[in-house]
């Protein structure tokens, strides 16, 4: 659920998958793939990239379809 809700705050901001990874220390083609749901994260992580997209660890696993 979390892997949605990255990209969806992450496009909320207009950041694209480069500037965020880079903003957290890792490639790109990592962050894309937490995204895509292929790889579970630390929870250290989640943390990190919470915090650089402004939210709370614990919006990342509340499901909005504010995108759609």
């Not at 969806?8 to 901001?13: A, D, G, I, P, V």
């Not at 292929?38 to 614990?58: E, G, R, T």
Request: proline share 1%; hydrophobic share 40%.
């Amino acid at each position: 659920m979390y892997e949605l809700m990255i990209k969806e705050y992450r496009l909320k901001k207009n950041l694209t998958q480069k500037e965020l990874a880079l903003a957290l220390d890792i490639s790109q083609s990592y962050l894309s793939e937490i995204e895509n749901g292929k790889y579970d994260i630390k929870l250290s992580l989640l943390c990190k990239i919470a915090n650089a997209l402004d939210v709370l660890p614990a919006e990342l696993f509340i499901y909005s379809k504010s995108t759609s």
